[in-house]
C-alpha cells in the first residue's frame, strides 16, 4: 500500500478542518486568550491601585491635633529614628515614608473605619514631652498592620539612639557591638513570569487538547461517522496520526494564542517590568525556545489525551476519563511555583513536570544542558509510547466521510440577504469587542505616555473617540457585512414618532442627577476602591478640560459614545438578542452588557461604574423598545452625557444652585426633586407615545 507523506498531509488537514470548523474550538482556541488576560491584568491592575503597599506619597497617619501631629513628624523625621544600615541592607534599602495628617471632620479611629488612613495615632503629651504613643491599626488588613509595626520599630530606634547617647555621656569608655550583613547564594531574578507562565503552559494545553481529542475520536464512534477498518484502505495507526496532528496542531495554536495575548496585555498595561523584573523580558531567543518547547509539550499531551479517548465509546466517557488526568496535571505545574524545586535528578525524567521545570529555566535564563536534553528526550519517549498505547486502543473504526467545508467557510460571506444578526454572532461580536477595545485604548494609552506631556488634551480625547469607533463601531459593521444583513433593520434604524424624542430629552433632564447620585453614593460606599492618588490624577483630569473647548468636550465624550454605543449595544446586539428572548431579557441582556463593558476602562476596573450605567443601559434599552428606534436612545444618551460633563467643568460656577451644591458633593435636595420629577414625566411621554409606523419591535 502506498503510505506517502502527502496522504498523510491531506489526512491532517481533513481533520484539521473538521476541528477548525466546531465553533467551539475557535472559542478555545482564539476567544478565551482575548477574553481572559484583559480581564485578569485588569484585575491585577485593581488589586495593586487598592493593595497594602504604601503608595507613591507613604503610610498615611491620622491624629487628632496639630500639636500631635507636628509632635509626631518632627520624632519621624528625627534621623535617630532611621534604622541602622544593616537593618535597610537587609530590607533591600526601602526605607518606609509616613504622612501625618490631622483628621479634622472625624475621630482618627473612625478615619481609620473608613479606609481613609493606614493608621490611626494617639498621642498624650505631659508638660513639653509626649509620654504615651498609641497606635492604633486596623484588624485583618495586613497594610495596617504593617504600617503600625514599621512605626512602631522607627519610634524604639530613636529610644534607643537615646539611650545609647545617654551611656556614652555618662561611661566615655562605653562601646557596643556592631552588626553587618552579607549574603550567600544566588540571588532570585525576580522574574514572576518565570513561575506564571509553566502553570498557563499546563492549562491552556490541556484546555485546547481536550475537546478535539475527544471529537476525533469518542465523538465520532458515538456519532456513527466511522466505517470499519478493514473497508479502508488506511490502516489505522496511519488514520490515527492524521488524528494527532490535528489535536497537536489544535494545542499548540491555543498555548501560542494564550501566551500571545498575556505578553501583549502585560506590556500595554506596563506590568511587563513589575512581573519580569526591571529590565527583564523577552527576547527572541527565548520566544524560540519557548515555542520549541510548546511543541514538544503539545506532542506529549496530545498521545496522552488520544490514548484515552481512543478507548472511550462515548463522548461522555471519554470525558470521565480525561477529567482525573486533567486534575493530575495541575499538581507538576503547581510544584513548579515552589522554591527549591529545579530540573534535577528524577525530576528531569519525571512526566509533565520535567517540561514545566524546563519552561522556568528558560524564562529565568538558567537553562543546564544536562538537565535540559534529559527532560527533552524522556519526554519525547513518553509521546512515542502513549502514542503506540493510542494505535492498539482505537478500535475498528476508520474515519467517516464528512464535510468537504472549511475554516474559510466561517469568513465567506451568505449568497442571500439576512434581516438581522443570530445570538452566534452577537456572541462573537461580544466577545471581540472586549480585547480589542483593551488592545486599542491601552496602546493609544502608551503611546501619550511616551510623548512626555507633547499630546495635548484636545488630542487625548480625540483618540479616546477613535478608540472608541474602531472598536465598538467597527467590529458590529463588520459582523453585518460578512453576514450580510440589513443595515437599517441590524441597526433599528426606523423612523419614529416625535413624542419619544419629547420624552427622551425630558428623560435626560433627570436621569444625569441620579447618575451623580449612584457614583457618589458608590464612593461612599467604598465601592470606588481607587487611592487617593488615583483619586488626585482624576481630578487633575477634571482642571485639565475646562481649559478645553466644551463643544469638544460635548463632540468625545457626548455625542461619539452615544451614537456609537447606541448603534452597538440598542442597534447591533438588541436586533439579535431579540430574535430569541423576550422583551425584558432583551433590555436586560443589553444593559448588562452596557455596563460591564463601562467597567473595563483603559487598564483598571472601575467597578462603581456599573450600576450608573446598567441603569442607564435599563432606561435606554426600555426607550429602544417602546420606540422600536435607536434614535431616540441616541438623543437620551448624548443629552444624559453632555449634561454630566458640563456638570463636571462647570461645577464651581454653578452658584445658583445654592450653597449645598459648593458644600457637599450630593445634589441638593430640591434639585433631586425636580430632575426625579422630570424622569416621571418623561417615562410616562414615552409610554404614552407611539410609533408613527410599524417597526422591527422585539416581538417581531
Not at 488537514?13 to 472559542?27: G, V
Not at 509632635?71 to 541602622?84: A, E, F, G, K
Not at 512602631?152 to 545609647?164: A, G, S, Y
Not at 476519563?321 to 529545579?342: E, Q
Request: hydrophobic share 50%.
Amino acid at each position: 500500500m502506498n503510505l506517502s507523506w502527502s496522504r498523510l498531509a491531506r489526512l491532517s488537514r481533513k481533520e484539521l478542518r473538521e476541528t477548525l470548523r466546531d465553533r467551539r474550538t475557535i472559542l478555545t482556541l482564539v476567544m478565551m486568550p482575548l477574553l481572559v488576560y484583559p480581564l485578569l491584568s485588569m484585575a491585577l491592575n485593581r488589586f495593586l491601585i487598592s493593595s497594602g503597599g504604601p503608595g507613591e506619597t507613604g503610610f498615611v497617619v491620622g491624629v487628632a491635633t496639630a500639636e500631635e501631629s507636628n509632635w509626631l513628624q518632627s520624632l519621624i523625621n528625627d534621623p535617630r529614628s532611621t534604622p541602622p544600615q544593616s537593618i535597610q541592607d537587609a530590607s533591600s534599602g526601602n526605607l518606609a515614608e509616613f504622612k501625618v495628617v490631622v483628621t479634622e471632620d472625624m475621630d482618627p479611629d473612625q478615619a481609620l473605619l473608613a479606609n481613609q488612613l493606614d493608621i490611626a495615632a494617639k498621642l498624650e503629651i505631659d508638660g513639653d514631652e509626649p509620654s504615651l504613643i498609641t497606635i492604633t491599626a486596623f484588624a485583618g488588613d495586613q497594610a495596617s498592620q504593617s504600617a503600625r509595626r514599621i512605626l512602631i520599630e522607627r519610634l524604639h530606634w530613636l529610644k534607643l539612639e537615646d539611650m545609647i547617647g545617654i551611656l556614652k555621656r555618662r561611661l566615655p569608655d562605653f562601646s557596643s557591638f556592631e552588626i553587618a550583613t552579607s549574603e550567600i547564594g544566588e540571588r532570585p531574578s525576580g522574574n514572576v513570569l518565570a513561575s506564571i507562565i509553566p502553570l498557563v503552559l499546563v492549562l491552556m494545553t490541556i484546555t485546547g487538547a481536550v475537546y478535539p481529542a475527544i471529537d476525533l475520536t469518542a465523538g465520532e464512534r458515538e456519532r456513527g461517522t466511522m466505517e470499519a477498518l478493514m473497508a479502508s484502505p488506511v490502516p489505522r495507526w496511519w488514520l490515527l496520526l492524521a488524528k494527532y496532528v490535528a489535536v497537536v496542531s489544535v494545542a499548540l495554536l491555543t498555548a501560542v494564542a494564550n501566551l500571545g495575548a498575556m505578553f501583549t496585555t502585560l506590556s500595554l498595561t506596563g506590568l511587563m517590568p513589575m512581573l519580569a523584573g526591571e529590565g527583564a523580558g523577552l527576547g527572541l531567543k527565548q520566544m524560540a525556545l519557548i515555542f520549541l518547547l510548546l511543541v514538544l509539550f503539545s506532542a506529549f499531551f496530545a498521545a496522552v489525551l488520544l490514548s484515552l479517548t481512543s478507548f472511550a465509546r462515548s463522548f461522555k466517557e471519554a470525558q470521565a476519563y480525561l477529567i482525573p488526568v486533567m486534575l493530575l496535571s495541575l499538581a507538576p505545574a503547581m510544584l513548579s511555583l515552589m522554591p527549591g524545586i529545579g530540573l534535577d535528578g528524577m525530576l528531569a525524567v519525571a512526566p509533565l513536570l520535567n517540561i514545566v521545570l524546563l519552561a522556568r529555566e528558560i524564562l529565568a535564563d538558567n537553562v543546564h544542558a544536562f538537565g535540559a536534553t534529559l527532560a527533552i528526550a524522556s519526554t519525547v519517549l513518553y509521546a512515542a509510547a502513549a502514542l503506540a498505547i493510542a494505535a492498539k486502543l482505537f478500535g475498528n473504526d476508520a474515519v467517516n466521510r464528512t464535510s468537504d467545508a472549511s475554516i474559510g467557510s466561517l469568513f465567506k460571506r451568505p449568497s442571500e440577504t439576512t434581516p438581522r444578526p443570530s445570538v452566534g454572532e452577537a456572541g462573537m461580536v461580544v466577545a471581540l469587542l472586549l480585547p480589542v477595545s483593551f488592545v486599542v485604548s491601552n496602546a493609544l494609552m502608551q503611546w501619550v505616555r511616551r510623548q512626555e506631556g507633547d499630546v495635548n488634551v484636545t488630542l487625548q480625547l480625540g483618540l479616546n473617540a477613535i478608540a472608541l469607533i474602531a472598536a465598538f463601531g467597527l467590529i458590529p459593521l463588520f459582523a453585518t457585512y460578512l453576514g450580510r444583513h440589513r443595515y437599517r433593520l441590524t441597526y433599528r434604524l426606523s423612523k419614529t414618532s416625535i413624542g419619544f424624542y419629547i420624552g427622551a430629552t425630558v428623560l435626560a433632564l433627570g436621569a444625569w442627577a441620579f447618575a451623580h447620585e449612584a457614583l457618589v453614593l458608590a464612593d461612599q460606599w467604598g465601592w470606588a476602591l481607587l487611592s487617593e492618588d488615583q483619586m488626585e490624577r482624576t481630578r487633575g483630569v477634571l482642571e485639565k478640560w475646562k481649559t478645553i473647548s466644551p463643544i469638544v468636550l460635548l463632540a468625545t465624550m457626548a455625542l461619539t459614545p452615544a451614537v456609537i454605543e447606541e448603534l452597538c449595544f440598542r442597534g447591533f446586539l438588541f436586533s439579535a438578542f431579540s430574535n430569541v428572548l423576550r422583551p425584558w431579557q432583551t433590555i436586560m441582556a443589553t444593559a448588562v452588557l452596557f455596563g460591564l463593558f463601562h467597567v473595563f476602562v483603559g487598564s483598571t476596573l472601575l467597578v462603581e461604574r456599573f450600576l450608573p450605567t446598567t441603569l442607564l443601559g435599563i432606561l435606554l434599552g426600555w426607550v429602544a423598545y417602546r420606540s422600536g428606534s435607536v434614535l431616540p436612545g441616541m438623543l437620551l444618551h448624548f443629552l444624559h452625557n453632555g449634561l454630566l460633563e458640563m456638570v463636571a467643568r462647570y461645577h464651581e460656577k454653578l452658584t445658583f444652585l445654592g450653597t449645598e451644591m459648593q458644600e457637599s458633593r450630593h445634589l441638593p435636595p430640591t434639585w433631586l426633586a425636580i430632575t426625579g420629577g422630570c424622569l416621571v414625566v418623561g417615562i410616562a411621554i414615552v409610554w404614552l407615545s407611539r410609533p408613527s409606523r410599524t417597526v422591527d419591535a422585539i416581538s417581531a
